[in-house]
């Protein structure tokens, strides 16, 4: 069996949307994407693995160049065929969530390291300081999962025009997008939607909080935290029994202030999108 073959094996096996009679559909969407060419052999059967065959497999056919940014795109597109919807995947989790908030971001959270949306092999690589405060357990780190920056990529991408699509790497618009020189990937990116004061908002932070190691229940019991209104109270009792740094704690809570601020952070009203 080629990593061609495996790969579309793990699709249909996937929480996606695929089935055994859509074998064929995504075999030829995979070549699509990939080349015609033989396909080079995967080190081992993991899904990771399967795609970083497929990706050089791309490269040998020529359908992409042998660049971080193309291979990212191409990498996060494989992906997305092993991620759900975002319709089903908003069903499932709020469906979880029935059962106990822990159930539906502990879903949302593999998912996002099976789909590598979270970059754990990269992630790996970081140097962790880990350190203990009155307010549990701290984790500082020395980030060296990002490749450096080429200079060439960073002057391509200056040349490139842009139409401020999408409006920040936050925003709404990030869902499925492609991914540009200079601006990264998110074909396999997939966002919760969630209420707060009878508004629906759409969240990247539930990744953040999800990923992170330390409690974020030591800001609910100091109260050094607090904002007027109801959102923050909202974050922590949706929140509280997560594992997040210490900047994810103080990103999260800028952003409840740009939102009661209403100058920042894309808000759903019906089905337009600001």
């Not at 994407?33 to 795609?51: F, H, K, N, R, W």
């Not at 396999?188 to 932070?205: A, D, E, M």
Request: with cysteine; glycine share 6%; charged share 20%.
């Amino acid at each position: 069996m080629t990593s061609l073959d495996q790969f579309v094996t793990a699709v249909i096996a996937s929480p996606s949307q695929y089935t055994e009679l859509d074998r064929i559909y995504v075999h030829n969407r995979v070549l699509g994407l990939v080349g015609e060419g033989d396909p080079i052999a995967a080190s081992d059967d993991q899904l990771t693995s399967l795609t970083d065959a497929l990706v050089k497999t791309a490269i040998q056919n020529g359908k992409i160049e042998a660049t971080q940014s193309d291979e990212d795109i191409l990498a996060d597109q494989l992906m997305d065929l092993v991620t759900p919807l975002p319709s089903v995947l908003n069903q499932r989790f709020w469906d979880k969530y029935q059962v106990s908030p822990q159930t539906a971001t502990d879903y949302f959270f593999n998912l996002s390291k099976a789909n590598d949306y979270i970059k754990t092999r990269a992630i790996a690589k970081n140097v962790v300081f880990p350190a203990k405060t009155p307010f549990g357990d701290l984790e500082i780190t020395i980030n060296l999962s990002k490749p450096e920056k080429d200079p060439k990529a960073i002057a391509a991408a200056r040349n490139q025009p842009q139409d401020g699509y999408p409006l920040c790497q936050l925003c709404m618009q990030n869902e499925g997008y492609l991914g540009r020189l200079g601006y990264p990937a998110r074909s396999n990116h997939r966002i919760i939607r969630l209420t707060l004061g009878g508004n629906t908002w759409v969240s990247n932070i539930l990744h953040m909080l999800t990923l992170m190691n330390t409690r974020f229940s030591w800001i609910k019991s100091t109260g050094q935290w607090s904002l007027t209104g109801k959102l923050l109270p909202t974050y922590l009792k949706l929140f509280s029994n997560f594992h997040i740094t210490l900047w994810a704690v103080m990103r999260t809570c800028q952003l409840l202030v740009v939102q009661c601020c209403h100058t920042s952070i894309t808000k759903v009203v019906g089905t337009n999108f600001q």
